[in-house]
């Protein structure tokens, strides 16, 4: 009687166990980092003010795999409070981190952190830097406190530069000059920077509400003005670097852009009307416009971003059905067919393709 009922309370045990593990979550896949010959890029999400959810998600081209959040993956920590920017100098890539006031430098293709540069003033105060461009060594961040931040990307050394910005939208290096746009201030205008002491040498008016500017493949400047969002539209300007001066201006709307060889890519995504996006393609060169035919069924209600493969012209275009859930990205062909969709982060904004 006595082995009968240890028998039964050692099934007993053993069916616990046994129950135990068939019913335990199997654990988190550790994650791949991409070889050298892997093609990959990243989308920047850039979360919610307040909520320290800015991530990065990693697109393996070259076997479809996506990792999302890849930064914490990597590096064991968050990425911080809104990701504005990213952007790749030599084998370094430079994620700008708003709200955190930091500008984290990493490997470009391990996604692992380098350095965590501080973008503070004097008093410790975070000066909340926008954008990156680089020139000669140099990174040059704006920053929406009206400086802008020099950092030498050998020793990650840092000064500032006290512009009289009071919005810096955007900002980018060509001819030896860097531009940074001033949207709020007396006037819409570009402030030009000499990299070589440092200081505002001019500034040029621009339209109303200037943004994102770009370099385009003859040297030229690419500005995006925003217009008011009510009286006055958004336009595509080009200024040239050798005279400083806008040479052409084109009417058509736009929320955001990238370029790719001789041509910028645009979308235009309306606040008041949801699921209703264009698309154009801009010869840099020629000045000629052509709308791309993009299945808006196939779209988020928000597009927040494009960017083009430079391999073989898919389009990738990051959107989103509102902002406080997972976006998403949608690849069509150069000829508009959708290829494939994958879910990223909150916001997802800026595409970028490791060189």
Known sequence: MKKTKLKMILFAVM??????????????????????????????????????NATLSLLNIT??????????????????DVANDLAQYGS??????????????????TGKSITQIKIIDGQQKGRQPNKITFWKNKAYVCNFDGTVTRIDTATF???NLETGTI????????????????????????????????????????????????????????????????????CLQKINTQTDAVVQTYNNKASGFC???????AYLSEWDTPGVSSFFRLNTQTGSIENLALDNSQLSNIIYGIGINPDNGDIYVSGMMSYSEPGDVVC????????????????????????
Request: contains cysteine.
């Open 15 to 52: 069916g616990c166990l046994f129950f135990a593990a068939c019913t335990k979550e199997d654990p988190e896949p550790e994650p791949v980092t991409p070889t050298s010959s892997d093609k990959i890029m990243y989308v920047v999400n850039e979360g919610i003010m307040d909520e320290n």
């Open 167 to 234: 919005y810096a939208g955007g900002i980018c290096a060509a001819n030896n000059k860097v531009y940074v746009s001033n949207s709020m201030g007396a006037s819409p205008e570009l402030s030009v920077i000499n990299p070589d002491n440092f200081t505002v040498v001019k500034t040029i008016p621009v339209a109303v509400n200037p943004g994102k500017i770009e370099l385009d493949a003859q040297g030229n400047l690419l500005l995006l003005s925003q217009g008011d969002y009510v009286a006055t539209p958004s």
């Open 157 to 159: 050394s840092i000064d």
């Open 332 to 355: 069509f062909d150069k000829n508009g067919s959708k290829k494939s969709k994958f879910e990223v982060g909150v916001c997802p904004s800026k595409i970028v393709f490791v060189k």
């Open 63 to 80: 076997n479809g795999s996506i990792q999302n959040d890849y930064f914490q993956t990597q590096n064991n920590r968050p990425l911080g």
């Open 92 to 109: 370094k890539m430079y994620c700008v981190v708003n709200k955190s006031s930091t500008v984290e430098v990493l490997n470009a293709q």
């Open 259 to 265: 370029i790719n060889g001789d041509y910028a890519y």
